[in-house]
């Protein structure tokens, strides 16, 4: 909870295909909890500008901000756990360009909200007595958060993430999370 950003680096996550599917394997690998930004070190230069920076301190962050940061989003994962399709949280958007979106966040569930690079928008989670968003179980958080190349990521599958025993369910379950994330899938065989 206490973690404000989460910066992937490393070949598989620095050179997915496609920035949607670092933000998931970060999001199943790291299993954020609250409110955190996402992002990724896209050339794999972090160890090599950690060197640099004892000698050019100034140097490095510039060329990690300018040329590697790749802001993903923010992920809002409230942490706890409820039977499927239960009450997670309300979560109010109020984006830049005035319009205000709700969602009633279902245990299970993801959404993605479009927010580019760049753009803020503030937020009011309201978590069920089950959950913690950041601020203790069943109290509402507020704040911003940061768009990116992904956008704004709601994760109501709580937290420790489990996946469902079933083979059927789980391949229904993780189809589900990357349509909504537009990550193509091919089933083979």
């Known amino acids: 909870m206490r973690l404000d950003m989460l910066v992937g680096s490393g070949g598989v996550l620095s050179h997915a295909p496609m920035r949607h599917q670092t933000a998931m394997m ?5 299993q954020p909890e609250g409110v955190t930004q996402l992002a990724v070190d896209s050339i794999f230069m972090m160890p090599q500008l950690g060197v640099l920076s004892h000698v050019h301190p100034d140097a490095a962050e510039q060329v ?54 760049g753009e ?21 958080v507020s704040g911003t958060v940061k768009g990116g190349v992904v956008g704004v990521i709601i ?28 990550i193509p899938y091919q089933r083979k065989g």
Not at 156 to 167: A, Q, T, Y
């Open 26 to 30: 970060m999001l199943d690998a790291f």
């Open 64 to 117: 990690f901000i300018r040329d590697c940061l790749i802001e993903l989003g923010t992920a809002i994962a409230p942490a706890g756990r409820t039977k499927p399709g239960g009450a997670v949280a309300r979560i109010d958007l109020r984006l830049p360009d005035g319009t205000e979106k709700r969602i009633d966040l279902k245990f299970g569930e993801l959404h993605l909200v479009e927010l580019p690079v």
């Open 120 to 140: 803020k928008a503030t937020v009011s989670i309201e978590p069920t007595r089950r959950f913690d968003a950041g601020a203790g179980r069943g109290q509402t």
């Open 155 to 182: 994760d109501g599958r709580g937290r420790p993430l489990v996946l469902p025993e079933d083979p059927k369910e789980r391949g229904a379950a993780i189809r589900s999370w990357m349509s909504t994330l537009s």
